[in-house]
């Protein structure tokens, strides 16, 4: 997933993806994190529409 984010260089999503990736690696503000995930898979999916 890493490199095919950065192949597209949507910085925003680039972003709260290595928010999300942080978080979990942290295990901190984890109550967000599934409302993060569901963000990112729904931007991504519309990308592909």
Known sequence: MKASID???IKQLKELIRKVEQKSKNVTDTKTIPEDVS???TY???MHE
């Open 39 to 41: 963000f990112i898979s």
């Open 44 to 46: 991504i999916s519309k």
């Open 7 to 9: 192949l597209f260089n």
